[in-house]
């Protein structure tokens, strides 16, 4: 099994910045793929970035510029930085990761492991 913690969600007001970092344990060995997801009420669960072993990236056009994905390969962990926060971007985000086939990237789906997501609120 593999299992994903996120942390550092919060409440932060509009304009400001936020760090989430989601740390992988477990049968970790074959991932390749790492990615954050967000859900906001009444709406569908939706990528917001994405990034493989290789250091390739993908972003939801939502949030380019603003966000930024990275990740640690020797602590395994994947973090996410997010400037210039809105009110919309109010939402439980996820860590999501997996094994994707050759050929696959970007990728377009989520994958097999999720984390129980982190809630992020943004005032105005």
């Known amino acids: 099994q593999v299992q994903l913690v996120e942390s550092g969600g919060g409440l932060v007001q509009s304009g400001g910045s936020l760090r989430l970092s989601c740390a992988a344990s477990?049968?970790?060995?074959?991932?390749?793929?790492m990615a954050w997801y967000r859900q906001a009420p009444g709406k569908q669960r939706d990528l917001v970035a994405a990034?493989?072993?290789?250091?390739?990236?993908n972003y939801s056009d939502s949030v380019k510029g603003r966000f930024t994905i990275s990740r640690d390969n020797a602590k395994n962990v994947v973090y996410l930085r997010m400037n210039n926060l809105k009110p919309e971007d109010t939402a439980v985000y996820y860590c999501?990761?997996?094994?994707?086939?050759?050929?696959?990237?970007?990728?377009?789906?989520?994958?097999?492991?999720w984390g129980k997501g982190t809630l992020v609120t943004v005032s105005s």
């Open positions: 477990g049968s970790i060995f074959s991932i390749n793929a």
């Open positions: 990034i493989s072993s290789g250091g390739s990236t």
């Open positions: 999501n990761a997996g094994v994707l086939p050759p050929g696959s990237w970007p990728w377009d789906y989520g994958m097999d492991y």
